[in-house]
């Protein structure tokens, strides 16, 4: 997420009440999670077993419950709860705001694109040209959607991640400030779920065409001219490459990647990364030939000992 | 179900047009199915098998297809279909009525609670304070929805519970007069569908939190403090303890039991109850360390006997 | 898919302005896709490897991309681009219309029949007596709903088959042009997706019974008396007859069949077709029984190698 504006270390260390190691107009340009930190943004991070990651990451500020030695060109903003801070400043640049109308008078809508009846368009919303959004469609503040998109319908862009840090009193969720990113040519199936990135976008590259009832993770980016059947879960944090196929009912780990022109069979669990170029299937994952062969391999042991 | 005040025997009888064997002022407090029976309330059984647990269950009121001997401190009802007259009861006391706008003038809504654009909200549904209620949920008559909840966009709470008797002429549905109930602090993700209790309640227990697409059967128990991750389907009359993980994608046979603290990896199929404070895998159902080892082994045998 | 009237093949030759052998005044009925196609209809192929197919098919007219002899009482459409031209004819005789509210004016509606807020029916829909639709549902255009139908709030019928051409510049869909019908006395559960067929009919049998979130696929015929549990998935073009029990999240391939009155168990991939009257697990799919004595006799191996 990037602020409108450019923040001083100040300004954000005014806003979450909270001590600074740094210049104090040293520039701030947004605020990310881990996966996805670039330069100029704060990062928090609010266990040791991860401190090293987060100063050597390409954070420029880092938001940590301890005061460390301050990498050099970088700043530090130190909290006794970071994750609580970081939810603070999400809030403060990117607040819930009640719709008052069901298609929001911010949202942007292209030349000859269809809003069905039914449909909710938060703020913030960009919708190009040439889309059609089927009835009762959400999509929430912010998504950017690209030309010829096809929306089915009860289709949800932009829910909240599935997030939360366990506190002693209960779950406590990680304020989603990202983005749904649909680019040109996409089509999405009906009663699909696109969730927003917790901090940067969730995108569905040009030409992709996703099936019904397929629900996408925060911070996924899925490549141009893939295939994915109905009823597939992508994780969280998934990279997966152009002209991938993924068949019904698959499921995937998050951060995993899926390499280019992969096909994943019906029902796999990709567990892990997976190479280009392959056909997998099973669940843990295997390449699909092998899989196959094991399965035959066992039927055939299996009767060469009954009839032994 | 409990009805709003209490009724007579010889009342329900009249109703039903049925025989009766006890006091015609016997109180009757409600009407329950077998799992969830308590005392004060009928409940209904059609096929001996079934009669002596019907007869000894916690029920005050037996609703049956043959005469036999009174409990003591109980009555009965003598029907010749138990199962068309209980729906005869449940429709008397909790008809369905055909809504007149959007939101129920009926509907009780707390303090700060936000409720965006096209949401439908049923007759006697009572939500708490500080809910989000996101775009075109759904929520049916006599839902219960504590404080801090927040419920993503297209989610449905209290369709009927998928419970029908096989007839020649085709299949007959029980009615489902019970209610769904979420208690504070719960969390559910975009595209859900929790569906009512038969006649009790289907009930998500404190500060627990649901993904997308995830579906939670008729009188169904979770405790508190768990995660359930996108696409995972819990049967019907399933008891999910405190503080359980569950993973996407799983599935459960209805009517088992999930003990405190356990972790069920992605995909699995909960066929049996399983303990807490584990980790299970596969279908059907194993502790995830041995079907992991036995997977191994496998695959170990294997490769042994190309290499003999 | 019929035309409202019939057409002559110069009328269409011009339409798609195409080169044709055969007579001017040809007689032509509709169009349909080759899994579906019927007398009087125009069915389109573009590869050689399905010429013979589509020249043997019960279809008159031939839409083709190769001057080939003419069978005889047939006709042939020369086209450069088959599937372009067969989308041509889809759009002109069923071309989508923005909708301006949302029950169209051309939706016919049972006595009786209960529409709760918020649906969206789309035009010439008809939807027959003592029926319920509940809140947020999507019936798209042409969809037919039979008496005493039930359909559970936010489910979606009539969204279009995920079918499309990999061509070099991207994905170019096949326009669906066919319908979905839902015979007498089904009930569908909440946030289902019912694809509308290709060029015929999606359709559910008389007094099936349908759970949450199940997707079933384009052109898909489900006989009567069926039940299917929650979060299952049915492909295109498969075939279920009657009195078939699905349990949750069942995946099907497409164009397979399920013999009457067989029993599919929770989690099963159907990867082929399979008789009626027996018991089915696992994925690649076999016998229940088989499939459990497998998983038995491994682990009694694994026992007795790890005892020895």
């Known amino acids: 997420m990037k602020f409108n504006n450019y923040q001083t270390l100040k300004q954000i260390a005014q806003l979450i009440n909270a001590e600074y190691i740094g210049d104090d107009n040293f520039e701030i340009l947004g605020i990310n999670e881990i996966h996805v930190v670039e330069k100029g943004d704060i990062v928090f991070v609010d266990h040791p077993k991860y401190y090293d990651k987060a100063l050597n990451s390409a954070a420029t500020v880092i938001l940590i419950n301890k005061k460390v030695p301050c990498p050099v060109g970088k700043a530090l903003l130190i909290s006794d709860d970071p994750f609580r801070d970081f939810n603070k400043i999400t809030n403060h640049f990117n607040p819930f705001i009640a719709a008052k109308v069901s298609i929001s008078n911010s949202a942007r809508i292209g030349e000859n694109t269809i809003i069905q009846p039914n449909v909710f368009i938060g703020n913030n919303v960009s919708i190009g040209q040439n889309c059609v959004i089927h009835p009762n469609v959400t999509i929430y ?93 992508i994780a969280g944090c998934v990279i997966i490459e152009d002209e991938v196929t993924i068949w019904g009912q698959v499921g995937t780990n998050s951060g995993i990647t899926i390499g280019k022109g992969a096909v994943i069979l019906g029902q796999t669990g990709v567990t892990k990364s997976v190479l280009g170029g392959k056909s997998y299937f099973g669940t843990p994952v295997s390449e699909s030939r092998e899989k196959l062969k094991e399965m035959a391999e066992i039927k055939r042991f299996l009767k060469s000992r009954k009839n032994s």
């Open 141 to 233: 503040d912010n998504s950017v959607i690209g030309n010829n998109v096809t929306i089915h319908a009860n289709t949800v862009l932009g829910a909240d991640a599935f997030y939360y840090k366990n506190r002693s009193e209960g779950f406590d969720k990680l304020i989603s400030g990202g983005r749904v990113v649909l680019e040109d040519n996409v089509d999405l199936g009906a009663s699909c779920t696109i969730d927003k990135g917790v901090s940067g976008d969730t995108t569905i590259g040009k030409g992709t065409k996703i099936d019904n009832q397929v629900h996408i993770g925060h911070d996924t980016k899925i490549g141009k001219k893939c295939l994915i059947a109905s009823q597939t879960g």
